[in-house]
């Protein structure tokens, strides 16, 4: 008897663990809107397993929405706590981005890169409070009803839709809409990188939008970096092809980007946001602390 009640109990825990896994994607995918890294992603959905396994399947209904949640409240918990530690505020840092193959995003980034998420948005969620950016992130893109956000960040749900209201005011009022054609945005990407190699400070300007804005994250103590302005920019694009070595084509949250290497080894990662024909944002991470975490081996 005690041998068919383990063998019950680890058929049960599989059976539960199969049923975790079909949800893995969707859950990471929530965990690095509401975080911006993706190691800490990774655990707040291992947290999310962990709580799952402890309370066990029995009474769940809808186990995705469950799971939605709980990494939801994961997540809030650690915002709250990077706040409350006011140590390396992630304001003052890149997201991590997820790179892919310039001909298209594989499977393990597509739903981590779903929705026109690019770097340039989440750069925009940092900015936000906790609460404003777990009320969007869930309602918004994941379709989480307000009662069960607002049980989460505990307001009423009418507090909680204003939360949300606000988070996409901040979120709509920031850019253009990019440019979704991943052809037309190569294209220019391909155009400011032969500009930047023959030294064509006007060429540059014109691909630039007016107010383009440039952000740089070498990491350790020097901070982000935001340099305005298209004259500027381009200035800056001609400094950094003295310095530069190879580029490789690459996606970068989904959008058009280049991944810098020198003697083999990736030193940073460029992401472009096209609008209108022009360039409006570039971020770049070089943080030589940061990269090596970077899934960089679909680039071959």
């Known amino acids: 008897m005690t041998e068919s009640n383990e063998g019950d109990g680890m058929d049960e825990r599989d059976f539960l663990a199969e049923r975790f896994e079909e949800h893995r994607t969707q859950l ?9 890294s993706l190691a800490e992603a990774d655990d707040a959905v291992q947290e999310a397993w962990l709580r799952l396994s402890r309370t066990g399947g029995d009474g769940i209904d809808n186990l995705g929405a469950w799971l939605t949640t709980v990494v939801g409240r994961v997540c809030l918990d650690m915002l709250r706590s990077r706040t409350s530690r006011r140590e ?28 026109s998420v690019g770097l340039a948005l989440m750069v925009v969620l940092q900015s936000l409070t906790p609460a404003e950016r777990l009320a969007f992130v869930l309602h918004d893109t994941f379709g989480v009803p307000f009662d069960d956000i607002a049980r989460i960040v505990g307001r009423s749900p009418a507090a909680t839709r204003q939360l949300a209201s ?13 440019e979704r054609d991943p052809v037309r945005q190569r294209q220019v990407v391909e155009a400011f990188q032969a500009a930047a190699r023959d030294g064509d400070f ?5 691909l630039l939008d007016p107010d383009v804005v ?5 990491g350790a103590a020097a901070g982000l970096t935001e340099i305005r302005g298209a004259e500027k920019v381009a200035g800056q694009a001609l400094r950094f092809r003295q310095a530069s070595g190879e580029t490789r084509p690459a996606l970068v949250n989904g959008t058009a980007g280049l991944v810098g290497v020198q003697n083999g080894r990736p030193r940073s990662v460029l992401c472009f946001t096209v609008a209108d024909g022009r360039i409006t944002g570039i971020d770049i991470l070089s943080d030589p602390a940061r990269l090596p975490s970077l899934d960089l081996t679909v680039l071959g």
Do not use: C, Q
């Not at 988070?167 to 920031?174: E, N, P, Y």
């Not at 006007?202 to 014109?206: F, G, H």
């Open 202 to 206: 006007e060429a540059l300007v014109s």
């Open 88 to 115: 390396s505020p992630f304001e003052e840092r890149l997201p991590d981005p997820v790179v892919g193959p310039a001909t298209g995003p594989d499977p393990e980034h597509e739903a981590l890169i779903a929705d």
């Open 166 to 178: 606000r988070a996409r005011r901040r979120v709509r009022g920031t850019a253009p809409d990019p």
């Open 214 to 218: 440039l952000r740089i994250d070498p």
């Open 28 to 36: 990471k995918a929530v965990a690095y809107r509401m975080l911006g």
